[in-house]
């Protein structure tokens, strides 16, 4: 496609979620610099697909704090790729989606660098497995949400079969915690500044928190990761195309997880070549448009594993690394936008 024939449908429903660092809003901006007719639209209206026939493309940075996004965003996505439309994100990159069981299935399908993981679907097979086979620590995940939310560190049979009773009974709720979300923001920040600019942000944790509350309550399995030994920090390896940047978390003192932190940096030695190679061939294998991967490189061999993998992450916090290496592993001073970037791939700019 060129740009003077492309149209680019760009959704936005601010009454179903409204964040300042909706990828919607780069967009807007790519498109207006480069003269690609484009228009906001609405994919929860009635008649969308009848108004989606005017355009080439459709992009849609759905959100998983959003009930509707969840239950709807995909269906419409594929009716639109299966009307001709080029759509971002496709199915291959989103089915799976802030379903942490559905990445793991993925990711061991095609044999990648991950810790071990457990998925158990009725209490009894679970507590089989806590009197025979259980090792601790031991890590505990509900299958969605992010920032580290939800997760928790199973240190005895105790801990982890008075969790499995509390989700294979009423379940847990899976909407983030103020509490945790906050502290974590604030003791990471290392400048006033820094604090100033997460106080702007409340706003923003206050719809996230608002709209999650809605989501249901997880129940019904246990989904367990092994303990990874590391030096404290991991790493989000996005991937688009042929080009591959990072974010490097520290993890909180007192803490097992980094993921949510808010304590971000950017030293490119830490990216090592087989992090680089191992993230390059599982987009190319699993065939996704854009994905952040979350490496942990383990102690016990030094290999990097991949723990959690989501197509949406931070894209402003990306363009911080101020760079990015092609597949030979040069890095090249040029800051990778991800939503421009997608962009330019779905319209095929030269």
């Known amino acids: 496609m060129k740009n003077r024939k492309v149209r680019v449908a760009i959704h936005y429903n601010e009454s179903i979620f409204k964040h300042s660092t909706s990828w919607h809003f780069a967009w807007i901006n790519y498109c207006e610099a480069n003269n690609i007719d484009y228009s906001i639209v609405d994919c929860y209206k009635y ?162 928190f608002s709209k999650a509350r809605r989501l249901p309550r997880q129940q019904g399995y246990v989904y367990l990761q092994e303990f990874i030994p590391n030096a404290g920090f991991d790493l989000k390896i996005v991937v688009i195309g042929d080009k591959l940047s990072f974010i490097a978390r520290n993890i909180r003192e007192g803490e097992f997880r980094a993921s949510g932190s808010g304590s971000f940096y950017f030293d490119r030695s830490l990216v090592t070549k087989d992090i680089i190679d191992s993230a390059f061939s599982v987009s190319d294998r699993l065939r996704f448009q854009c994905m952040g991967y979350d490496y942990v490189i383990d102690d016990r061999d030094n290999i990097g594993k991949i723990i959690e993998m989501s197509y949406g992450f931070s894209h402003t916090t990306l363009l911080q690394a101020g760079g990015y290496w092609d597949r030979s592993g040069e890095w090249h001073d040029e800051p990778l936008n991800a939503p421009e970037e997608i962009l330019k791939h779905l319209i095929e700019v030269e």
């Not at 026939?53 to 959100?63: A, E, I, R, T």
């Not at 709720?173 to 502290?183: C, N, R």
């Open 47 to 208: 008649d969308i697909l009848e108004t989606l026939k005017n355009y080439d493309c459709l992009v849609w940075h759905f959100s998983h704090y959003s009930l509707q996004d969840m239950l709807f965003a995909r269906s419409i996505l594929m009716s639109a790729e299966n009307m001709g439309l080029k759509v971002f994100p496709d199915i291959p990159t989103s089915w799976h989606f802030d379903d942490k069981i559905a990445e793991t299935y993925l990711l061991e399908s095609i044999q990648a660098s991950t810790p071990k993981a457990y998925m158990f679907y009725t209490l009894k097979d679970f507590v089989t497995w806590l009197d025979n086979d259980s090792k601790f620590p031991i890590v505990a995940k509900l299958r969605c949400g992010s920032g580290s939310n939800n997760v928790k560190l199973l240190n005895s049979r105790s801990d982890a079969y008075n969790y499995g009773k509390k989700i294979f009974g009423k379940g847990l709720v899976s909407t983030p915690s103020i509490l945790y979300k906050g502290s974590s923001q604030l003791k990471s920040a290392k400048s006033w500044a820094t604090i100033k600019s997460r106080i702007k942000r409340i706003p923003d944790f206050i719809e996230s």
